[in-house]
């Protein structure tokens, strides 16, 4: 049966041992409809979210069949085409008026193999400029790594702790800045960063990251809220479980963005953030010792 399947996976996965207990009584007697994929979707993750509020714990269907999970090779050509039809996580570079630099990040940051040289060339496209703009209003995910990856252009040349993913065993994995990355931002041109309510996920903490390093401003509207990592299991040809398997610890904060989202430093609408942040004084500059 589909939501004892479900409940299982929750009971055996879910980051938070005491929640998934909630959660999955939270699904005893659960109606689903009959034979239609995408309102089943929305029944189960509305009852998989109703405890915590958890955006990444959800069922996804896909109509055109889930995306793979087991074989590496089939899931970096899955990669692949991803890259092929949304774009390397970068999707423009501008130089605007007074020298300002322009990147548009999104709308999934992908695997590092990818997002890396996209990332150099639009940094080294914009050697020189005085000010630099991250857009990430259409950012909703994203690797950590590559997330990493990109926090290292605007950063110096020690490494930086970002982050640690902490799963429900306790054991760690650590998220640091790679200074070998080139180009990388001179620390003193100051960084500002668009956000809109559907920045999320891996969007979000790069956003995260960058406000906790006092690297970048904040400009827009405040995030998702969706700082947990997840796992994907399949539930049939198109409909797939994301179950969240750890947690965000930011090295500077102690704490994430999980169901409050990234605050903005400069709160207006999303539409309107780079008209805001540039008729306002230059984001914060880089003045850290490890920026420099």
Request: charged share 20%; proline share 8%; net charge negative.
């Amino acid at each position: 049966m589909l939501v004892t399947r479900i409940q299982d996976l929750v009971r055996d996965h879910y980051v938070f041992p005491d929640v998934a207990a909630q959660i999955c009584a939270a699904l005893d007697g659960v109606r689903l409809p009959g034979d239609d994929d995408a309102v089943t979707a929305d029944v189960l993750t509305t009852a998989l979210q109703s405890i915590n509020g958890d955006r990444h714990l959800r069922v996804r269907h896909y109509p055109d069949g889930v995306p793979p999970t087991d074989d590496d090779a089939t899931v970096d050509a899955w990669f692949d085409e991803l890259v092929r039809t949304q774009g390397p996580g970068i999707t423009e570079v501008r130089r605007l008026d007074g020298n300002v630099g322009l990147i548009g990040v999104g709308p999934v940051v992908p695997l590092p193999e990818h997002v890396g040289p996209a990332a150099a060339a639009a940094f080294g496209l914009l050697c020189g400029v005085t000010r630099m703009v991250l857009d990430l209003r259409a950012c909703v995910g994203g690797v950590p790594e590559s997330v990493a990856l990109i926090v290292s252009h605007l950063t110096g040349d020690e490494p930086v702790h970002l982050q640690d993913l902490v799963n429900r065993d306790g054991t760690t994995t650590a998220a640091w800045t790679t200074p070998s990355v080139a180009p990388r931002l001179p620390a003193g041109v100051p960084v500002d960063v668009l956000t809109s309510a559907r920045t999320f996920s891996g969007g979000e903490e790069l956003a995260y990251d960058l406000q906790a390093l006092g690297r970048a401003r904040i400009v827009g509207e405040t995030t998702g809220g969706g700082a947990h990592p997840r796992d994907a299991f399949d539930l049939g040809p198109h409909l797939q479980l994301h179950v969240p398997i750890a947690r965000s610890v930011n090295a500077v904060t102690g704490t994430n963005w999980e169901g409050i989202g990234v605050v903005p430093d400069l709160p207006c609408r999303a539409e309107d953030a780079l008209e805001a942040a540039l008729s306002t004084p230059a984001g914060v500059p880089g003045v850290d010792a490890r920026f420099s």
